[in-house]
C-alpha cells in the first residue's frame, strides 16, 4: 500500500459490468470467521475493457474481463476463527445479451426510457441515497452495488444505476418506480413529485 493511501484510505476504483473491486476498510472488528463471496461473471460475446468512449478510466484499482480485486484494508481485527474468501466466476453464452434486452414498450421499462434524463438530473443531488436503497431493496445485485458505489461524479453514478435498472427489465423497473413514490424518496427529491405522477 502506498502513502497516500495509508494518509486516507478512499481509492479509487474502475470495474466493467462484470468485475469486482472492493476497496472497504474495516477496524476493530470482533469475530469468529469473516467471510468474503464474491460471485462474478463474463459474456465472451462482450467487449469489456473500455467504457463508452474506448478508454479504461484511470483509478487506484482497475478491474476489467470478469476480474476481482480484493483491496479492504484492515486493522485492529480479531478473529477467532478463518478468514474465508471466495470467487464464482460464470461465464455468459455469447449471443444471450441481445435476446435478455428488455422490451421498451413494457410501461415501467418505458417510463424511465422516456424519462431517463429527468430521473438522473433529480437523483443526482443525493446519488449515495438512492444507490443503498436500491441495493437494499434487491434493485441491484451486491455485486452491481459494490460496482457503482465508488464512481463519481453524481451524475455518471446515477446514469449506470437507471442503466441497470433499465437492463432487468420491466419487474426491476416496476419496483425502481414503487420505490420512488415512497414519502422519503419525494422529502429527499421534491422533484420527483412531478416524474412519478406520470407512473402507472
Known sequence: M???QEQGWSPTVYADSNSVVLAREMTNV???NLNCNIETGSDPGSSQTVNAVGQVPQADYTACGGSVI???KMSGVTLDGDLNFSVNTSRARAGTAAATLPSSQEPAVKMIVEHKVELIDCLKADHS????HAHAKHIVTQRQYWNLK????PEKNVTNLIDEVIVNGQETC???????K?????QTYPQLIEITKQCC
Not at 465508488?150 to 461524479?153: E, G, L, Q, T
Not at 415512497?182 to 419525494?186: I, K, S
Open 2 to 4: 502506498n502513502s497516500k
Open 30 to 32: 470482533k469475530a469468529k
Open 70 to 72: 480484493w483491496a479492504d
Open 129 to 132: 441515497f438512492i444507490l443503498q
Open 150 to 153: 465508488d464512481i463519481s461524479p
Open 174 to 180: 416496476s419496483l425502481f418506480l414503487q420505490v420512488l
Open 182 to 186: 415512497e414519502p422519503e424518496f419525494l
